[in-house]
C-alpha cells in the first residue's frame, strides 16, 4: 500500500536556527498536504501543494513539492518558540484517502 | 479556535459500558471522519463518510459503531472496548471530497479502564 514516510523523527533546535522536515512517497502523489499539531492540541491544516515543482510561503515557512510528485519539504526559517509542535505531511494519491507521515516533533531551546 | 466540535472532551470507561461520541461542524462540508491517534503517532484513519454515506472503513473492530445522522453530525458508538482502545479520538471534516484539506476537532481523549 501507499506508504508516506518523513524524517527526522525529533528535532530539536536553538531559537533563531532553521529547521526542515522531508517527506518521500513510495508511489506517486496528486497532492500533499501539511498539518501542525501543538501539544496537547490537535492537527491544524497549513497547506495543500498540488503542481509538481510548487513552492509556496506563509512568512518564515517554506513548502516545497517535487518534479516527480512523490516528495516534499518544510522549511522554517529563523524558529520562534510558538513553531514547537509536531509537522505531519499526508499524501494522497488520487481520490485515495490521506496518508499521514509519521511527523517530525520540533522542540525549540530558546 | 476550532468550527469542528467533539464532545465529551474527556472521556473514561469501562469495558462493558457503552458509550458514544459526538462530532459537530457546520462549514457545509460532506466529508467526515474519525480518527484514532495514541500518543506521539499520526492520526491513524477508521472511518470517512462521503455524502452521510460510509465510504471507507479501514477495517475498524465491530466494537467501534460509526454512524451519520446527517450532514452536520457524526457520532462513534463504543461498546466492550478494550484497553489498548485508549487514545485521541479525533474528528475532521473537508469540503467534499475525500482527502481534501480537513478540519480538525480537539479530540476526545478516552480512557478504558
Known amino acids: 500500500g501507499q506508504q508516506v514516510m518523513q524524517i527526522p523523527q525529533y528535532q530539536h533546535v536553538q531559537e533563531g536556527e532553521d529547521f526542515t522536515t522531508y517527506c518521500n512517497s513510495s508511489?506517486?502523489?496528486?497532492?500533499i498536504q501539511w498539518y501542525k499539531q501543538r501539544p496537547g492540541g490537535h492537527p491544524v491544516f497549513l497547506i495543500q501543494?498540488?503542481?509538481?515543482?510548487e513552492v509556496k510561503k506563509q512568512k518564515r515557512l517554506t513548502f516545497q513539492f517535487g518534479e516527480a510528485k512523490k516528495n516534499s519539504s518544510l522549511h522554517i526559517t529563523a524558529t520562534q518558540t510558538t513553531d514547537v509542535g509536531t509537522y505531519f505531511c499526508a499524501g494522497q494519491r488520487g481520490a485515495q484517502k490521506l496518508v499521514f507521515g509519521q511527523g517530525t516533533r520540533l522542540t525549540i531551546n530558546p | 479556535d476550532t468550527e469542528v466540535t467533539q464532545t465529551p472532551k474527556h472521556l473514561v470507561m469501562g469495558m462493558t459500558n457503552k458509550k458514544s461520541l459526538k462530532c459537530e461542524q457546520h462549514?457545509?462540508?460532506?466529508?467526515m471522519y474519525w480518527y484514532k491517534q495514541k500518543a506521539k503517532k499520526p492520526p491513524e484513519l477508521m472511518f470517512v463518510y462521503s455524502y452521510e454515506k460510509l465510504s471507507i472503513n479501514e477495517s475498524v473492530p465491530s466494537r467501534f459503531s460509526p454512524e451519520c445522522p446527517n450532514s452536520s453530525l457524526l457520532n462513534l458508538h463504543l461498546h466492550a472496548l478494550q484497553p489498548e482502545d485508549s487514545a485521541l479520538y479525533l474528528c475532521?471534516?473537508?469540503?467534499?471530497?475525500?482527502?481534501?484539506?480537513?478540519?480538525f476537532g480537539d479530540g476526545t481523549r478516552l480512557s478504558i479502564l
Open positions: 462549514m457545509g462540508h460532506r466529508a
Open positions: 501543494l498540488v503542481k509538481s515543482g
Open positions: 508511489t506517486t502523489l496528486s497532492n
Open positions: 475532521a471534516s473537508s469540503q467534499a471530497r475525500v482527502g481534501q484539506p480537513q478540519h
